[in-house]
C-alpha cells in the first residue's frame, strides 16, 4: 500500500504570497493532520481534519488554513507569507482519528 | 497543557553499544506517548506507541519503551546500536492518536 503523499516536495516563496500545499493519505485513511516543523519551533500542530471536517486545530494565525476533500485528500494553504513560515510541513494519516498517524515525507517551503 | 522534554540535544554511542534516549512528558492524566524516528530529509517513521496495558512496549528495530507513571517518562532504549540508526528521534505525547505534542528531538550520532 503506498503511503502518505505529499506535493510538491520543495517549493520556494517570497513574502507575501500564498501557497498551498497538497497532502494525499494512505489509501482508506479517513483522518488527515498536519504538522509544521522549524529548527527553532520544532514539530508543531497545525489542524487535524477527518470527513472533511476541521476537528482539531492548532496555536497558528488565521494565516493558516486547510480543507478536506470527499476522497480524503488535504491541502493546507498559508497566506502573505512570512519569513518565518519557512519549515517543513508535514502530513500525517490515519483510518480514523482514534488509530495510528503516519507521516508523509513532508513539503520543504522556502520563504525568501 | 500537554508538555514533552528530550534533555538531551544530541547523543553519540559507539556501534554496538547500548542506547537509551529520555523523554519525560507532563500530562494530567494517562497519556498516549510515541517515539517517532526521522532520517534526513524524510518524514517521521513510528518505532512505538504506548496507550495502555503492558509498560514495556516493543517496536519496530529492536527498539523498546517503558512507561514509568511514578518518574513521567516514557524512556527509549535498544540494547546494540547499528549505524544505520543514526538519525533524529521524537517523543510524543497525546490525549488521543490526535493532536501530538513532541519533544525538541533527540540527534543519535553512532560512532564506528
Known amino acids: 500500500k503506498a503511503g502518505v503523499t505529499q506535493t510538491p516536495r520543495y517549493l520556494i516563496k517570497t513574502r507575501g504570497q500564498q501557497v498551498t500545499l497538497s497532502c494525499s493519505p494512505i489509501?482508506?485513511?479517513?483522518?488527515v493532520s498536519w504538522y509544521q516543523q522549524t529548527p527553532g519551533q520544532g514539530l508543531q500542530f497545525l489542524f487535524e481534519y477527518f470527513s472533511e471536517t476541521q476537528r482539531n486545530k492548532g496555536n497558528f494565525p488565521g494565516r493558516f488554513s486547510g480543507r478536506q476533500f470527499s476522497n480524503s485528500r488535504s491541502e493546507m494553504n498559508v497566506s502573505t507569507l512570512e519569513l518565518g513560515d519557512s519549515a517543513l510541513y508535514l502530513c500525517a494519516s490515519s483510518p480514523t482519528p482514534g488509530e495510528t498517524q503516519y507521516f508523509g515525507p513532508g513539503t520543504r517551503l522556502l520563504v525568501l | 497543557a500537554q508538555s514533552v522534554t528530550q534533555p538531551d540535544i544530541h547523543i553519540t554511542v559507539s556501534e554496538g553499544a547500548s542506547l537509551e534516549l529520555r523523554c519525560n512528558y507532563s500530562y494530567g492524566a494517562t497519556p498516549y506517548l510515541f517515539w517517532y524516528v526521522q532520517s534526513p530529509g524524510q518524514g517521521l517513521q513510528l518505532l512505538l506507541k504506548y496507550f495502555s496495558g503492558d509498560t514495556l512496549v516493543q517496536g519496530i528495530k529492536g527498539f523498546e519503551a517503558e512507561f514509568k507513571r511514578s518518574q513521567s517518562s516514557f524512556n527509549l532504549r535498544k540494547p546494540s546500536v547499528h549505524w544505520s540508526d543514526a538519525a533524529e528521534y521524537f517523543c510524543a505525547v497525546g490525549t488521543g492518536f490526535q493532536k501530538l505534542v513532541f519533544g525538541t528531538g533527540t540527534r543519535l550520532l553512532v560512532s564506528p
Open positions: 489509501s482508506g485513511h479517513r483522518s
